[in-house]
């Protein structure tokens, strides 16, 4: 489920990974980089919220 939400919206992803403050940067650095690059960045976050979803499964 985490997953799914991940394709979505990554920081919300990764604040309910366990990592509340990564997420709220992450959101932070998440608007610009959508509203400048038109989309373009989005990609790089979902990598970033699946290591992170990754990293607490196996922890």
Request: hydrophobic content about 65%; glycine content about 6%.
């Amino acid at each position: 489920m985490n997953y799914l939400l991940a394709l979505l919206l990554p920081p919300l992803s990764i604040f309910l990974a366990g990592r509340p403050f990564v997420g709220i940067i992450t959101f932070f650095i998440w608007i610009p980089a959508i509203i400048i690059s038109g989309g373009l960045t989005h990609p790089m976050f979902i990598v970033l919220a699946w290591l992170i979803i990754f990293e607490r499964r196996n922890a």
